[in-house]
């Protein structure tokens, strides 16, 4: 578990009940900045939850390359649990974030008995989509690699 997931299990272990604990995840989600205006499209939004839930991703420029991820919803429940993935996904490589065991950290964490089963279907939802990018990102960056390696062997210029 990273510095970020168990500074949130603490935080949850902190607070004595779970209705503390969504007032938490509320705040959480009160915090996140607003998408920029485009992002709010059908492109980024998320299917399967029952909420609006909108999802970019952005490579940051850093060695290794990592990702940040940003959302936004129309429910402030559903805003939180996003503020909680991307204190989970975010800041991450592309392959840590599919090699990122969900199931463990939503058990560590309690999550998964105390919100409902649409919310839970959307946050998995939520997962899912967060994956698929990272397995897209992890696609292209060996497209990439592959083709700076034959262009090199060939004389060319990447």
């Not at 009940?17 to 920029?36: A, M, N, T, V």
């Not at 290794?64 to 975010?90: E, N, R, T, Y």
């Not at 034959?150 to 060319?156: A, E, M, N, P, S």
Request: proline share 4%; hydrophobic share 40%.
């Amino acid at each position: 578990m990273d510095a970020k997931t168990q500074e949130l299990k603490d935080t949850f272990e902190i607070l004595p009940d779970w209705e503390e604990r969504y007032g938490f995840i509320i705040d959480l989600g009160k915090k996140l900045e607003p998408l920029p205006e485009g992002a709010y499209s059908e492109e980024h939004k998320v299917r399967g939850c029952m909420s609006q839930v909108w999802l970019i991703a952005e490579n940051a420029d850093a060695e290794p390359p990592v990702m940040i991820f940003k959302g936004d919803s129309d429910a402030h429940i559903v805003s939180g649990l996003i503020a909680i993935l991307l204190m989970i996904f975010s800041g991450k490589t592309a392959q840590e974030i599919v090699d990122t065991d969900i199931h463990a950290i939503f058990s560590d964490l309690e999550l998964e008995q105390h919100i409902t089963m649409n919310r839970r279907n959307g946050l998995y939802s939520m997962v899912e989509t967060i994956q698929r990018l990272a397995a897209a990102r992890l696609a292209t960056g060996l497209s990439n690699k592959v083709i700076r390696q034959i262009t090199t062997r060939h004389g060319q210029k990447p």
